[in-house]
């Protein structure tokens, strides 16, 4: 089955600073990239997505880039603000709309 | 429009009783899917429904069972609760459409099995 490994465990950053988490995956199949926010307690939201007919997409302050010839993938954080700080996930998904998420990184940022 | 909830909030249990936990959804989504997340931990998936009447296993399906009698619900069982059952489940649901798409999830059920 699918493995997706997601580093940093934890990142911390000034407020202002940029944030990179990076996730690889294993299942060449996997054609669906979506990155969830959770804040403490909270449920996991969708905060952006990609294809695999993508390489980049930009939302605001958000973008993520996907190297399907490598199979990883990333999210980058740019002007970081307070509320940035929670926990995110990457995940994998193919046919079937089955996802498999990385372990999760915990961001704080430092105001 | 509620969109994904769950029943109950928190819940304790001893070990070697049972419980089910309610998932309902309220988007007409035809997929469904029940995760737990422990400590520290990505999410995990455990069963998952891909229409009314069907349901497969999932990453980490032993121990659990699940039924979805109705399209807008999605149970999970558990026969005989075990310490390591202790965890917060997370319900979702999503679209069939042409490929993946987004899952919604639902608040989650803090279970703690003693």
């Known amino acids: 089955g699918e493995n997706v490994e997601q580093h940093p465990s934890t990142l911390s950053v000034q407020e202002g600073d940029s944030a990179v988490i990076k996730c690889t995956y294993s299942?060449?199949?996997?054609?669906?990239f979506p990155w969830y926010k959770q804040e403490l307690g909270k449920r996991p939201q969708l905060i952006i997505d990609i294809r695999s007919n993508v390489g980049e997409k930009k939302d605001q302050r958000i973008a993520v880039t996907l190297n399907k010839t490598a199979k990883h993938f990333s999210l980058h954080i740019t002007e970081t603000q307070p509320e940035d700080s929670a926990v995110y996930f990457c995940?994998?998904?193919?046919?079937?709309?089955?996802?498999?998420f990385g372990g999760g990184t915990r961001v704080l940022v430092k105001p | 429009n509620a969109g994904v909830t769950q029943t109950p909030k928190f819940r304790v249990l001893k070990t070697g009783q049972s419980m089910t936990l309610l998932c309902a959804q309220d988007m007409n989504h035809e997929y469904m899917y029940w995760y737990r997340q422990d400590p520290g931990m990505g999410l995990r998936l455990i069963h998952y429904s891909v229409g009314e009447g069907t349901t497969a296993k999932g990453e980490v399906p032993d121990g659990y069972n699940v039924s979805r009698l109705k399209k807008q619900n999605f149970l999970l069982g558990l026969e005989s609760a075990a310490p390591s059952q202790t965890s917060v489940y997370f319900c979702?649901?999503?679209?069939?459409?042409?490929?993946?798409?987004?899952?919604?999830f639902g608040p989650g059920t803090r279970l703690t099995v003693t």
């Open positions: 995940a994998a998904g193919a046919a079937g709309n089955k996802l498999t």
């Open positions: 299942d060449s199949a996997s054609n669906y």
């Open positions: 979702a649901s999503s679209f069939l459409l042409a490929g993946p798409y987004e899952q919604y």
